[in-house]
């Protein structure tokens, strides 16, 4: 049995019950280290306080574990009860649902413990879930690489009146391009992207589109920490937010639609007064 376990946003607490019971039956405990992180996941004690309370030695499992190797810990899922956590909701990322794939064509069977994710926890700041259109993610630029496939989804939902999440890169033990070239690996440093570089990343395309889908008065909202004792909400335009020092990873954003009377009320709680 592989049990693929939600921890929710915040701490090691934030695990359910259901999902506390399923890892103590499990003989091994895999956690998911790459798509996310818990808010307190960057802390050195962060791991031994999971093990603590879930009374069971964790694993890290890094994205080359998860997308070539998954069958290792697949194979002793058919032969006792395995655990793999993941921070937020299982299928926050598209790489759980094709764990769950591959389990499934291996006869392995699969439970599924659900739990919040910065999908739903992103209604702290008053938007509504519902007036929400297409997520998108926003990489890293580089000198080389300066990706804007997003571009079209954002416009395409202000174009409806829906807001836009945007989930803002994790960069956790990615090789480097000189050791891929000599073709044994060294990792970067770990990187999380900041509501600031992200803007900064927007209005670069914006202004070499040199279209108005958002602008730097454009109405946003930064979340750092969602879920934890910490968290800060922001909401102001886009050139107030890049002025805010959000602190601590993560940190995701979200481009306003068209408010409703209601949300702006609750928007109106967050707003930067500068």
Known sequence: MLYIIGLGLGDEKDITLKGL???????????EAYTSLLSFGLSSNGLSNLEKLYGKPIILADREMVEEK??????????????????GDPFGATT???????????????????????????????????????????????????????YEKIQQNRNLGLHTLCLLDIRVKEPTLESLCRGKKAY??????????????????????????YTEDTECVGLARIGSEDQMVVAGTMKQLQLIDFGAPLHCLVITGKTHPLEEEMLDFYRCRS
């Open 21 to 31: 019971e399923a890892i103590q039956k499990c003989d091994k405990v895999y956690m």
């Open 70 to 87: 998954a069958n290792d810990f697949l194979s002793q899922a058919q032969l006792s009860h395995v655990a793999f956590l993941v921070v």
């Open 96 to 150: 759980h649902t094709d764990l769950v794939v591959r389990a499934k064509e291996m006869g392995v069977e699969v439970k599924i413990v659900h739990n919040a994710s910065v999908m739903n926890a992103i209604g702290v700041c008053g938007l509504q879930l519902y007036r929400y259109g297409e997520t998108v993610s926003i990489p890293f630029f580089t000198e080389t690489w300066r990706p804007d496939s997003f």
């Open 188 to 213: 970067e440093p770990p990187r999380y992207m900041t509501i600031n570089t992200a803007i900064e990343q927007l209005l670069e395309i914006a202004q070499a589109r040199e279209d108005s889908t």
